[in-house]
């Protein structure tokens, strides 16, 4: 091998290190081609050729060369055939390089293959991966689409709520309507029941007074207005008890007990009493014999045995009895 004049590391450039990873076949050939380098001739002046000038002689870029020495890039056959015969020219002939063309075209043929194996590999791990890809896509759809169902769903869920709640705000809406209505309706009721006592007490202070005896079979003093008051406060009391109303009809005999006149008192009661009301009846008689001066009370019971009622009148003035007895 020539040595370059004046340099202590001529053709340093084809000490290239190859990496720990590099297969044996591949990294064979980049020793070999190392090797062959140190052949090329010196230059004009005696001095070691560099690494750009050597590639300008084999035709290959310089950065390519040293990838070639370096095991990271396999070169063409041609390019191998090229740097032996150059080598073997400049070295006086392919004895003295110290290896056949034919051997190196056999470590070219080995290194090529274990390129091959692992593009081989490669491949099969492209595929696998792709095949990953497609599963992992697939399953993404499939979860994409499944995702899709359960937000359909939460809508749908939500229109229904939604649905519910404006039904329920309609029904709210109508219940308060009904309340007002019937409140309405029961406190004109008792509006017109009292006006309608209030007028017959003053036609009745007008006329003759009530004794508190009972009257003759057929006595006239009982008004028509005092049926109709009584009439219809039985009326409302009804309506209230048959729609569960039991507080509203208690506080409207409450109330007609107040304002209402012995007689209509009576009238009431035996207005109930025709309508099945025994309870009420027995309530407002209850109310009116506790809350009533003793003359009112004694005309009411008048009123009730003239109505041929008897046992009521006694119960009321039982009633008042006990209440006057118990009263300090």
């Known amino acids: 091998m020539p040595r370059a004049k004046g340099s202590l590391t001529p053709y340093c450039w084809t000490e290239k290190d190859i990496a720990s990873d590099v297969p044996p076949g591949k990294r064979a050939l980049a020793a070999e081609l190392q090797r062959l380098c140190r052949f090329l001739a010196l230059e004009s002046d005696g001095s070691a050729p560099t690494q750009k000038q050597a590639a300008d002689r084999l035709h290959v870029g310089d950065t390519s060369l040293s990838r ?15 740097l032996y015969s150059t080598a073997s020219a400049d070295a006086g002939g392919a004895e003295k390089t110290g290896i056949t063309l034919a051997r190196l075209e056999s470590l070219h043929s080995a290194a090529d293959a274990e390129q091959c194996h692992g593009c081989v590999k490669s491949r099969r791990d492209a595929l696998a991966l792709q095949q990953q890809n497609s599963e992992t896509a697939a399953a993404l759809d ?11 769903g939460a809508a749908a869920r939500r229109e229904e709520i939604l649905g519910l709640q404006r039904e329920v705000q309609t029904l709210r809406v109508e219940v308060q309507t009904l309340k007002a209505r019937e409140s309405h309706s029961f406190k004109s009721g008792a509006r017109r029941a009292i006006r309608a006592g209030q007028r017959s007490r003053l036609a009745a202070e007008k006329g003759a007074a009530l004794l508190p005896v009972p009257p003759r079979r057929g006595d006239r003093q009982q008004s028509n207005p005092e049926k109709r008051a009584a009439s219809n406060v039985a009326r409302q009391a009804a309506a209230l008890q048959n729609g569960g109303r039991q507080d509203g009809a208690l506080a409207l005999l409450r109330h007609s007990a107040d304002v209402l006149s012995p007689v209509e008192a009576a009238t009431l009661v035996s207005a109930l009493r025709e309508s099945q009301l025994d309870e009420l009846a027995g309530t407002l008689i209850h109310i009116y014999g506790r809350d009533n001066p003793d003359l009112d009370v004694m005309r009411a019971a008048a009123q009730l045995h003239h109505h041929g009622a008897p046992d009521d009148a006694a119960t009321l003035l039982q009633v008042a009895l006990a209440t006057r007895t118990d009263t300090p």
């Open 142 to 152: 499939v979860a994409r689409a499944e995702l899709d169902a359960v937000h359909e």
């Open 68 to 82: 070639y020495l370096s095991a990271l890039y396999l070169p063409g056959i041609d390019i191998v055939r090229g």
